[in-house]
Every structure is written in structure tokens, then in C-alpha cells.
């Protein structure tokens, strides 16, 4: 597998500013018939954004965080559930920045400049919460690890690569083993129903006795042990997608008016465009939409800035901005997608044009984590200088 080495921020946006007008155009059916999107992650790997994070030294852009934040906003328009699968992936090659030795960094560093795909296999279902792991490495007397457990919801496995785990070793503390997609012991099983993200495959794996080799595998915990942008940047992504959701659906909804929609009798106007009322609803929306970009923005300068200088102080100052930004990012995408049928009329309920996705997905995937702790965690903040804790969550 090859694919195109890119050379700087600007190169990956203008790739992502086309890849995602040629992802938009068949996100509706892809979502109705539940195609899964495998030839568009083909295209997404040759394009070589999925190495746009690589460090200069091993040959990648090493773009910055309001770079990548902007593809993921710009493939999160286009269509949400593709927007969705890399996410894991920059999460995962971030691990290997700070925790891999130069020889992983040099191995893997060189698989993700090849377009090969990280998915994931992290939350577990039937557990106390979302932190209590129960998948092992069991240490074999040549070194390597045997791996078992469960995992649930794990978006971008059935289209990887390779598939970071989070388990638990003999030190009962977390680890990420990286898994050859192919391995024996290993099945990924494509059984996500979710009413919305519906082509993300974010399904079961299945670890039964399989073989890692020691330099595969990774301490995470030691990514909590000091100030850390882990946290960050995962919520800063999904913020991203979050914000594209909205935009996504306020385009589609504004087009929809436009050619679509008759104009209420009593407007007096010949089309539902010059309507008053629906003029100022559609700026009240814009408003959200831009809001929730711009904190987006500011959200991943200070990420950014944190990793230029990192501190505690620097690191607590980028998650409360991630923070504040995927909660309103979280807000905009359910509130825009759902005024959607508002400002565009009976007809935009039809099954048939599939408008309703939008909505699906943005109820879908603003679950991922919840809100209220993130206010929670601003407000200790501000009030009281409290830092927000090192979880990966923030």
C-alpha cells in the first residue's frame, strides 16, 4: 500500500476541501442503504491526510491542531459517519508519539505515511464505567503477551489495519497493544445498530488468546503520569465532527428552502426564501453554527500553544477549551440538525430524502461523553482554579 506523502497545512486542507465535496455527494445513500464507506477510507488513505501528524523527522507535515481540527470539520460536513472512523486513528498515533520509542516511532511512523489505518478497540460493555477495563496482557516467558476480552463500539476496526487495544498487563495498569488486523485470535464482528453513524461499522472485536509481541505494545499509563494533551486532542476531534454536523445540516437545510420549500400563505412572498420568519431563523442557526466553530478555533490554537510549551497550566488551559467548545459544538449539531424540519416544512420528513440523518447522527455521536461534566469541570475552573483531572476524557 502507498500513498501520497503530504507536505504541509496548507496541501492538507485544500485535499480535505476536495475529498470532502467528493464525500458529500454520496452520503445520503451510503447512510440509507448502510454502505459502508469502504472505497471513500481508500481514497482518505491514498490522499495521505491519515499521516498528516506524522513528526517532521520521520517524514510527515506535523501539522497543527487547528489544521487537523479543520479536516475533521470539513469531512464531519460532508458526512459525519466517514468524519467519524479516523477519529481513533489520531488518538492512537498520538500515543506513539508520546509513548513509543524510536523504534515504534520509526515502524509505525512509516506505516501511517503509507496510508495504513488505525481503528480501535477501547470501551468494553457490562462493565462498572467507562474506565473499568477488563481485557489483559498475560506476559508469555518469551517476552510477548497473550491479549483477551471484549470490546464494544469500536469505530474503525472492520476498515483497519491495525487495531490498538487498551488492556490492562500484569500491572493492572493500562496499556495500548497494537494488533495486526489480520491476527490470529482476532475477529471484528459488524454488528453496530445505532440509529445514527450508521456506516461507521463501530461494532464488537473479539481478543481470543492473541499473540502480541513486546514491541507492540505501549504504557498509556504513563501518558497520565504528567501534563498531557491526550484528552485534548480526542474531544477536540470529536468537536470537530460536531461542528461539521451542523454545518452539514444547515447547508443541506438552507438548499432544501431554496429549491424546495413553497412559501407559507399568509408571508405574501412568492418564495419560502423571502419569508421574514425564516430569514431570522435561519440566522438565529448560523449563529450556533458560528459560534461553535469559532470556539472550535480557539479551542485548538490553545492545544496548539500547550504543545509548544507544556506545563500543567497549559495543558488545564487547552482541555477547558476543548471543552467549552464540544459542549457547544455537541449543542449546535442537535439543534441545528433538528431545526432542520422546521425551517424546511413537511416535506423534508419524507423517508425517501433521508434529511433525518443528519439529526441521527448528531444524537448519535454527541453521546460519546456527557456534557454536564465538562460545565462541571469548566466551572471548577474558573471558580475555584481547579485542574481538570488527567483522564483522557478532557
Known amino acids: 500500500m502507498s500513498a501520497h506523502v503530504i507536505a504541509d497545512d496548507a496541501e492538507a486542507l485544500a485535499l480535505a476541501t476536495s475529498l470532502a465535496d467528493e464525500f458529500r455527494a454520496g452520503a445520503a445513500e451510503r447512510d440509507k442503504e448502510r454502505r459502508l464507506p469502504t472505497r471513500e477510507l481508500d481514497r482518505l488513505s491514498a490522499s495521505g491526510l491519515l499521516g498528516v501528524t506524522v513528526p517532521a523527522r520521520h517524514g510527515g507535515a506535523d501539522v497543527s ?25 489520531f488518538v492512537y498515533a498520538n500515543v506513539i508519539r508520546r509513548q513509543g520509542d524510536e523504534e515504534q516511532q520509526k515502524f509505525f511512523f512509516a506505516e501511517l505515511l503509507a496510508g495504513r489505518r488505525f481503528g480501535n478497540a477501547q470501551s468494553e460493555a457490562g462493565t462498572r464505567h467507562v474506565q473499568d477495563i477488563r481485557t489483559r496482557l498475560t506476559p508469555r516467558p518469551d517476552g510477548s503477551y497473550l491479549l483477551n476480552g471484549v470490546k464494544q463500539y469500536s469505530t474503525g476496526a472492520l476498515f483497519a489495519h491495525w487495531i490498538p487495544v487498551l488492556a490492562l498487563a500484569e500491572d493492572d495498569r493500562p496499556h495500548v497493544a497494537y494488533v495486526p488486523r489480520d491476527a490470529a485470535g482476532l475477529t471484528v464482528i459488524d454488528d453496530w445498530d445505532g440509529m445514527g453513524q450508521r456506516t461507521t461499522a463501530s461494532g ?26 491526550h484528552g485534548a486532542l480526542a474531544q ?24 424546495k420549500s413553497r412559501p ?55 482541555s477547558i477549551a476543548v471543552a467549552a467548545a464540544k459542549v457547544r459544538a455537541a449543542e449546535a449539531a442537535v439543534s441545528v440538525a433538528g431545526a432542520l424540519f422546521e425551517v424546511s416544512g413537511t416535506r423534508s420528513a419524507l423517508k425517501s430524502l433521508n434529511l433525518h440523518r443528519h439529526w441521527r447522527d448528531a444524537r448519535t455521536h454527541t453521546l460519546h461523553d456527557p456534557s454536564r461534566w465538562k460545565i462541571q469541570h469548566i466551572g471548577r475552573y474558573v471558580l475555584g482554579g481547579t485542574l481538570p483531572p488527567r483522564h483522557g476524557l478532557l
Not at 65 to 89: K, M, V, Y
Not at 207 to 212: E, I, K, P, S, T
Not at 241 to 254: N, T
Not at 266 to 285: C, H, N
Open 65 to 89: 491542531s487547528l489544521t487537523l481540527a479543520e479536516i475533521f470539520r470539513l469531512l464531519g460536513s460532508a458526512d459525519s459517519s466517514l468524519a467519524q472512523i479516523p477519529q481513533s486513528h
Open 264 to 318: 407559507w400563505f399568509e408571508s405574501g412572498f412568492d418564495t419560502a426564501a423571502e419569508d421574514p420568519l425564516l430569514i431570522q431563523r435561519f440566522g438565529e442557526l448560523a449563529l450556533q453554527e458560528r459560534s461553535a466553530q469559532a470556539l472550535l478555533r480557539e479551542a485548538a490554537r490553545a492545544v496548539d500553544a500547550a504543545r509548544a510549551d507544556l506545563s500543567d497550566e497549559s495543558a488545564a488551559e487547552a
Open 204 to 229: 464488537t472485536v473479539r481478543l481470543d488468546g492473541v499473540v502480541v509481541p513486546a514491541d507492540r505494545v505501549l504504557p498509556h499509563h504513563l501518558t497520565f503520569q504528567g501534563p498531557q494533551l
Open 236 to 259: 477536540l476531534l470529536h468537536a470537530a465532527i460536531d461542528v461539521g454536523l451542523a454545518q452539514g445540516a444547515l447547508a443541506e437545510a438552507a438548499e432544501f428552502v431554496r429549491t
